[in-house]
């Protein structure tokens, strides 16, 4: 049986933060992963003699499916555990990237890539996160922190990596190395295990107490009635003559009128549930309960509440440049004049600003020098401003600068979403389900804003208007807060005014 949400009690460490470092490993592959198709995008570009924004826009989808499938798995972790949930994921992934090394046809590149490897991945990233939510309520924001620690050092490990595995074994060889390390997935799915207060156990009878008591029970009832029917045979005995014959003669009375009574009620009753049934059948389902079961088991609810909807729009903006940044990075720094060398180090400049941009945000909210819509905004703002300088900066040492600071405005932002998400009024049954639909929503903008940025990419054959679309992103990103600040303040305003 399920513990109550609101009675559980969390242990704020123990076996939880193995399963923080399984969210860790699964940061670490999955986003290192993504990093590294940003590598090999010329490679396979060149291989398939297509476009650039159809290799890019396969690698967005990528990123877009395995958050868009997010709720699907939400739905199932929440049925059978995340251990089983996560493994799975684990196994497709691997497929998907190993498989992909085998075709020589664009479409299949597409299938292995998007629908494989990508729903594998989204049946791992949320998933992960909403099981060590079960340890951690206090030190929530330290323990997704280490987490999200992962990403960041599969981009500095996996970029210059995949830049020597595609000089070695060409990008055909690298995706079979790199779905052997994505198969590791399947271990992190392993170390999942939910903690023990989370359910109640069943108190255990002693059956043979049990059992003297029922014959104890039976032989009191026995005596009892052997007494009853002695008493009552000596007063019947005691009553003659026409006190027997009047009794006799009204229990037949009696007897006859609720025999027919009853064959009158159960013709009656037949009847009417003859009926309700006739009706039932001609009329369908309720749709009110088959309304109410879909809401339940989606957990539509979540809809209702503002804050929740405002997290959903910042998650959704903020998912545009970063899904953007990961592919185009290194494109970008191609056609600004750095060679291929130059341009995979990129990549371990993005993992060192997304390091430094958590950890500069964790120190802030620790120490209380700054809300967390202000620390949001002053991130979004730093990498708003990089993303649009960034076409413009020739150098190989201002562009690893400007990756930097970008990288740690949006890892920033990131760090700030999950903590505000942890803390949103649902109970801790239902945080699963919260992560599946900001992880959707933020996919479905990743596979649309990415696609648009491709095409502009395509059109206008340069990266100025893809970069702006990402900076204007991160602009609204701040937006949303700056309206989340205001909120909160007039809330703080509204309480005093009241005490007044």
């Not at 555990?81 to 799975?88: A, K, M, Q, T, W």
């Not at 055909?172 to 271990?187: D, N």
């Not at 005596?223 to 026409?242: A, F």
């Not at 979403?417 to 049954?429: A, E, G, N």
Request: glycine share 10%.
């Amino acid at each position: 049986m399920r513990a109550s949400p609101k009675n559980h009690v969390y242990q704020e460490g123990g076996w939880g933060w193995i399963v923080v470092f399984a969210a860790c490993l699964s940061e670490f592959v999955v986003a290192g992963s993504l990093k590294a198709f940003g590598v090999l995008i010329t490679g396979m570009k060149d291989d398939f003699d297509t476009g650039l924004w159809i290799i890019g826009s396969i690698n967005s989808l990528h990123l877009g499916v395995q958050f868009i499938l997010t709720p699907v798995a939400s739905v199932v972790a929440r049925k059978v555990g995340g251990r089983p949930v996560i493994s799975f994921g684990g196994f497709l992934f691997g497929l998907g990237v190993v498989l992909s090394a085998l075709t020589h046809n664009i479409a299949f590149l597409a299938v292995t890539i998007i629908a494989i490897a990508g729903s594998g991945a989204g049946c791992i990233l949320e998933i992960v996160r909403a099981e060590f939510a079960l340890y951690f309520h206090e030190k929530y924001d330290l323990a997704i922190f280490v987490s999200l620690l992962g990403a960041p050092i599969g981009f500095l490990l996996y970029g210059p990596a995949t830049q020597i595995l595609l000089d070695t074994y060409g990008w055909r060889g690298a995706m079979v190395i790199l779905g052997g390390f994505g198969f590791h997935l399947i271990c992190a799915g392993m170390l999942v295990r939910r903690p023990t207060g989370i359910y109640k156990a069943i108190p255990i009878q002693d059956l043979s107490t049990e059992d003297q008591t029922t014959d104890q029970n039976e032989y009191q009832t026995w005596e009892q009635s052997e007494d009853q029917m002695s008493k009552h045979c000596e007063h019947q005995i005691s009553k003659q003559g026409e006190d027997q014959i009047l009794k006799q003669s009204q229990d037949q009375i009696s007897n006859h009128s609720e025999d027919q009574l009853s064959k009158k009620s159960e013709d009656q009753t037949s009847e009417q549930s003859e009926d309700q049934l006739s009706k039932r059948s001609a009329q369908g389902p309720d749709p009110v309960k088959w309304r109410d079961s879909v809401v339940s088991a989606l957990g539509l609810e979540i809809f209702i509440n503002f804050d929740f909807v405002l997290l959903a729009a910042i998650r959704m903006f903020y998912s545009i440049s970063f899904g953007g940044i990961l592919v185009y990075m290194v494109p970008n720094g191609l056609s600004a004049g750095l060679t291929n060398g130059q341009a995979s180090f990129l990549s371990t400049a993005f993992g060192l600003g997304s390091m430094a941009g958590p950890a500069l945000a964790f120190f802030v909210l620790k120490r209380k020098l700054a809300s967390c819509q202000v620390t949001a905004i002053i991130a979004a703002a730093v990498s708003a401003v990089g993303l649009a300088l960034d076409p413009f900066i020739p150098s190989f040492a201002g562009q690893m600068v400007n990756t930097f600071f970008v990288a740690a405005g949006i890892a920033a932002v990131i760090q700030v979403v999950c903590v505000l998400t942890r803390y949103l009024p649902f109970t801790v049954d239902k945080f699963v389900i919260v992560l599946g639909w900001l992880g959707f929503l933020g996919g479905l903008a990743t596979s649309v804003g990415d696609t648009l940025a491709g095409l502009l990419y395509d059109v206008t054959e340069s990266f100025y208007g893809t970069f702006f679309l990402y900076s204007a992103a991160m602009v609204a990103t701040g937006l949303l807060f700056l309206l989340d600040l205001c909120r909160a303040r007039y809330r703080e305003w509204s309480k005093e005014s009241r005490a007044l």
